[in-house]
């Protein structure tokens, strides 16, 4: 069977059309031969999200943005994402803006979620945003550029009042103390220099004192020495020994114990101390009044006299 030119020809065009028409939705994103799924998504702010941006799960690749066209009743931008993937996004999964690196392009995360229905053809997810490297560090700089513009201020400020206090007066006086200063150190030049001369005089004698210094200090380290050998411990033992048989001692003493102490606390001893030395007191000025009575030499035999009692007499 033979087909006419015509046939052929409106053969050929059907077929261009078609062919035009896979072509064209290719082009676009679209392969005519595969199931797609279309989900939804709307965003406050898309950040420069673009038709045919990936749609990730995971990072996996599972489509891309079929269009982004603004709702003109809410302002909301609606964003169609073709999903070429048999994954099971539930209708609570979030749909995330972000930026995979510094200088790329917006695009889509899909956060699965394990709870709710499975998303079908049509469905709307969670829309959310997250902040890219670039915005996270614009949004850490701004309160530092507030800071940075405060002190620059501050500093005006201080530059103004700076040039208030420095008026002519001021700088000549700053010029003034600057020259004595400079005086001042050509001074200790000239005095460190002469310093430097007396001790390049006297080098012979530093010498010696510092040899002689050295010798006292290796006789100090011989007494050290005998010191340390020394048997300081046990001399410091004896010494407490001492000092605790001294304590006991007075405490014995105080006690009334011993003869020192029972002359220190027995009344009845010391009154008899006290008149003995009375008595004694009186038999020696009656000794020294009435030297006869005691030692009488007679060569004649002469009578004894009869004893009178001593009459009180001030010992001067």
Do not use: C, H
Not at 51 to 70: F, Y
Request: aromatic letters at 6%.
């Amino acid at each position: 069977m033979k087909l006419s030119r015509e046939i052929k020809t409106a053969i050929l065009v059907i077929a261009s059309i078609l062919l035009f028409i896979w072509g064209y939705s290719f082009l676009k994103g679209r392969d005519l031969f595969t199931n797609y799924k279309n989900l939804y998504v709307e965003y406050d702010n898309v950040e420069g999200l673009t038709v045919s941006s990936p749609v990730t799960i995971n990072g996996l690749v599972v489509g891309k943005v079929n269009s982004v066209v603004i709702n003109n009743e809410t302002g909301k931008i609606k964003v169609e994402m073709q999903i070429n993937s048999d994954f099971p996004i539930k209708k609570t999964s979030v749909a995330e803006i972000y930026a995979p690196s510094p200088i790329g392009g917006k695009q889509i995360a899909i956060l699965p979620t394990k709870e709710g229905q499975d998303a079908v053809d049509g469905d709307f997810l969670i829309s959310s945003s997250k902040l890219g490297l670039t915005d996270e560090l614009a949004k850490q700089i701004e309160p530092l550029k507030d800071k940075i513009t405060k002190l620059l201020d501050n500093a005006n400020v201080m530059l103004e009042n700076v040039n208030q206090v420095l008026d002519a007066k001021s700088k000549e006086n700053l010029r003034n103390s600057l020259a004595n200063l400079n005086e001042t150190l050509a001074q200790f030049k000239d005095a460190s220099k002469e310093v430097n001369e007396m001790l390049a005089q006297n080098k012979s004698k530093i010498s010696v004192t510092l040899t002689n210094v050295e010798k006292a200090s290796a006789n100090f380290s011989k007494v050290s020495d005998s010191l340390a050998k020394a048997n300081i411990g046990q001399t410091v033992k004896n010494l407490e020994k001492t000092l605790a048989n001294v304590d006991k001692m007075m405490g014995d003493m105080q006690a009334g114990k011993g003869t020192m102490g029972k002359l220190m606390k027995d009344d009845a001893m010391y009154n008899n101390f006290t008149k003995t030395s009375k008595e004694l007191e009186l038999l020696l000025q009656d000794l020294r009044l009435n030297p006869t009575r005691y030692v009488n030499v007679s060569l004649f035999g002469k009578k004894n006299k009869p004893y009178v009692a001593p009459t009180n007499d001030t010992i001067k």
